[in-house]
């Protein structure tokens, strides 16, 4: 079992910037992908960012490329979304979710019904 519990969300101005965090409980966490996903209102939810286990490899959403990045400190149990250059359409319910692939694995990560466990969800507005 994994608790995920997001944080860091809020109100930001156009261009401006959020980090969003993600804390995991239990000691399994270095077995985990972790991805990030959010949701509009009206819309489904979609792929922003995943990063592998170890933290070697890096996936983004066209829409967010060069304006956000993943990263995770499995010392910490931890994974974060740093988002630089924020527009009003990145406002959403961010989600962090955590899919098990086991120490040294692979796979695919950006289908939402691939991974097990989610976080509560943290709200982002940017205005313009």
């Known amino acids: 079992q994994v608790h995920l519990v997001d944080s860091g969300g809020g109100l930001v101005q156009a261009g401006g910037s959020l980090r969003l965090s993600c804390a995991a409980s239990?000691?399994?966490?270095?077995?985990?992908?972790m991805g990030w996903f959010r949701q509009a209102p009206g819309k489904e939810r979609e792929f922003v960012a995943a990063?592998?286990?170890?933290?070697?490899?890096?996936y983004y959403a066209d829409s967010v490329k060069g304006r956000f990045t993943i990263s995770r400190s499995n010392a910490k149990n931890t994974v974060y979304l740093q988002m630089n250059s924020l527009k009003p359409e990145d406002t959403a319910v961010y989600y962090c979710?955590?899919?098990?692939?086991?120490?040294?694995?692979?796979?695919?990560?950006?289908?939402?019904?691939?991974?097990?466990?989610w976080g509560q969800g943290t709200q982002v507005t940017v205005s313009s």
């Open positions: 990063i592998s286990w170890n933290g070697g490899n890096k």
């Open positions: 979710a955590a899919k098990f692939v086991g120490v040294g694995g692979s796979g695919t990560y950006d289908r939402p019904d691939e991974y097990d466990y």
């Open positions: 239990g000691r399994t966490f270095i077995s985990y992908a």
